[in-house]
Nanobody, 126 residues
Framework: QLQPVESGGGLVQPGGSLTVSCAGS????????IGWFRQAPGKEREGVACISGADDSTSYADSVKGRFTISRDNAKHTVYLQMNSLKPEDTGVYYCARDLQYYRGCGLSTAYFGSWGRGTQVTVSS
């Protein structure tokens, strides 16, 4: 498996919740920082959240802090993004990606990441 696989996207009303998943092999995901990014049509790709490959510490964009939670399940080799209190501006294609280096903390810049998934669409609308 050369790419992580995102799933769980869909249509949700404002104020609702949704969880998206990023799955891969242990070789692909374990002990690497994982980032979630999103991109709306005509907009730049932006970092949303990431989880460290060294100690599982996390970072969040200011726009989602307090609403989104990133976590990992090592047994399932899966990273989750729990999204609560969703807003229309959260709409976009959500991508996960693996850090280019092994066993380090994370940041929200795309420059640090490779092995991108194909994305899953999240639409927040009435």
């Amino acid at each position: 498996q050369l790419q992580p696989v995102e799933s769980g996207g869909g249509l949700v009303q404002p104020g609702g919740s949704l969880t998206v998943s990023c799955a891969g092999s242990g070789f692909l995901l374990d002990f690497y920082a994982i980032g979630w990014f999103r991109q709306a049509p005509g907009k730049e790709r932006e970092g949303v959240a990431c989880i460290s490959g060294a100690d599982d510490s996390t970072s969040y964009a200011d726009s989602v802090k307090g609403r989104f939670t990133i976590s990992r399940d090592n047994a399932k080799h899966t990273v989750y993004l729990q999204m609560n209190s969703l807003k229309p501006e959260d709409t976009g294609v959500y991508y996960c990606a693996r850090d280019l280096q092994y066993y380090r903390g994370c940041g929200l810049s795309t420059a640090y990441f490779g092995s991108w998934g194909r994305g899953t669409q999240v639409t927040v609308s009435s």
